[in-house]
């Protein structure tokens, strides 16, 4: 799996898993409308009864395909459907014309081609006349319609473009981030699924905020199957180069590695490291490439990596995973400066007391590196300052400000410049005495010049308080 060609991504691996919308549709078709009675009272054309009640009657796909047959050249096919879908008035009854309709096009995929053609002769897109039906209040309907527009879009040579295509992921877009009220998340994230196999459809989803919302529902609670699906996308979206190399700065690899370092499903590690191993063999500027390994290496991979290899699974292509990622991660550990891990650890926006924050070498060598970008790293640790709820982040990144202060000689101007200082000054009062305490140390530094001074002062005072610098 650690390359692998676009064509030979595998079929969406969901036919298993059963879904709400799959339990549902069982019932569905047990409940078959009275069509004579709509023919009789004049609610259905005659072309429409006819072919609906020939199809149903069919018995096997032979038959189906010679009702098929009869009913395309005109195109009747294609505009029964549209009819029983957008003119029958119940729901019930849409609900088991559309379970029809997907059934159709999944027992035999060239089906698609039926409704793309019959659209082109009239000068419209297949998906135009449906797409409004994802406005319905049922949801049954909603979803339905959405997995009958999945495989239109996917199945056949004709593919969904411009408006259509915009509208529909902003529609998948909308589904994913109700993931609380959303009860039919698993079908959803198939339709996705099927979408992002196809290369032409992830450049779109990628510029309308696509990833950021993949990212956020894998952040949220999710079960393990939604879990898979989702990753399962995100793993699609890497094949193309243009993207994975966007990966980094999307928040793509935390939130893997966070689900990485917590998981005992074979089948999500599995997807996870093929993610990674994608990401870093499509990237290939030297400094992405370098900031996604050591991203990688933060949310713990290399320890997940050794515990697997330990594990031996009898699978060769995961155990190729296991070893390029092994010998990629320790490379990238052993060629990272003291800097590199900081400034990743910074950006990660996950601080935690690593060696670097307390060692005087490292702030004497790097505090002048705080002012590259336009302050990058000093407006990065301020906003943390400003909206991080983590104790022991507000306590590392007021650790930080006090020392760049005390390292650049007009580091202090620098901080107040940004409002660093009214942000360490907030945090004076906080709940935490820990925080307190940092908060007070980066506002002595602010102040204070004599630092040999200073230095003497807090040793006794954190003594006298009995306070841990933690």
């Given at each position: 799996m650690a390359e692998v060609a676009h064509h030979n991504i595998p079929a969406v691996d969901m036919i298993n898993a059963t879904s709400r919308l799959q339990l549902e549709a069982a019932e569905v078709r047990s409940n078959k409308p009275n069509w004579g009675s709509y023919f009789r009272s004049k609610m259905i054309q005659e072309d429409d009864y006819t072919l609906v009640t020939s199809y149903e009657n069919a018995k096997s796909k032979d038959e189906r395909d010679q009702v098929i047959a009869a009913n395309d050249a005109n195109g009747q096919l294609a505009k029964t459907m549209a009819n029983l879908i957008t003119q029958v008035a119940k729901d019930q009854n849409v609900r088991y014309v559309l379970t029809l309709f997907d059934d159709m096009l999944q027992e035999d995929k060239s089906r698609v081609e039926i409704f793309h053609k019959a659209a082109h002769r009239q000068k419209r897109t297949a998906f135009s006349q449906y797409l409004g039906i994802l406005q319905r209040q049922d949801n049954f309907i909603v979803?339905?319609?959405?997995?009958?527009?999945?495989?239109?879009?996917?199945?056949?040579?004709t593919r969904m473009e411009g408006q259509d295509l915009q509208y529909y992921f902003s529609f998948l877009k909308e589904q994913l981030k109700n993931s609380t009220t959303n009860e039919y998340m698993n079908t959803t994230a198939r339709c996705l699924q099927m979408m992002l196999r196809h290369d032409e459809y992830r450049h779109e989803f990628v510029v309308t905020d696509g990833v950021q919302?993949?990212?956020?529902?894998?952040n949220g609670k999710t079960n393990f199957q939604l879990q898979y699906q989702l990753i399962f996308s995100v793993w699609c979206l890497t094949f193309n180069a243009d993207i994975a190399k966007k990966t980094p700065s999307l928040g793509v690899i935390t939130a893997l590695g966070d689900i990485l370092s917590e998981s005992t499903k074979e089948k999500v590690i599995r997807i996870i490291l093929a993610s990674f191993v994608n990401i870093l063999n499509k990237v290939e500027e030297r400094e992405i490439k370098r900031e996604a390994a050591l991203q990688m290496v933060q949310c713990k991979t290399l320890k997940t990596l050794e515990l697997m290899d330990a594990k031996k699974y009898d699978d060769?292509?995961?155990?190729?995973?296991?070893?390029?990622l092994t010998e990629e991660l320790t490379l990238s550990v052993h060629d990272l400066s003291s800097y590199d891990e900081y400034y990743s650890e910074v950006r990660s926006g996950r601080l935690t007391w690593s060696p670097v924050h307390k060692s005087e070498k490292f702030w004497r060598e790097n505090a002048a590196k705080f002012n590259d970008k336009q302050y990058e790293v000093v407006k990065i640790l301020i906003k943390l300052l400003e909206s991080s709820a983590d104790p022991l982040i507000l306590c590392v990144a007021s650790h930080d400000i006090g020392e760049y202060v005390r390292h650049y000689p007009r580091g202090k101007t620098v901080v107040e410049q940004q409002q660093g200082k009214a942000a360490v000054m907030r945090l004076l009062t906080a709940e935490d005495p820990n925080v307190r305490y940092h908060a007070l140390l980066a506002v002595q530094k602010l102040m204070v010049h004599n630092w040999e001074y200073l230095g003497k002062q807090l040793d006794s005072d954190a003594q006298g308080d009995g306070v841990a610098a933690k």
């Open positions: 979803n339905q319609m959405s997995s009958i527009i999945a495989k239109l879009a996917c199945f056949g040579v919302t993949l990212v956020t529902a894998l060769p292509d995961l155990e190729d995973d296991v070893k390029f």
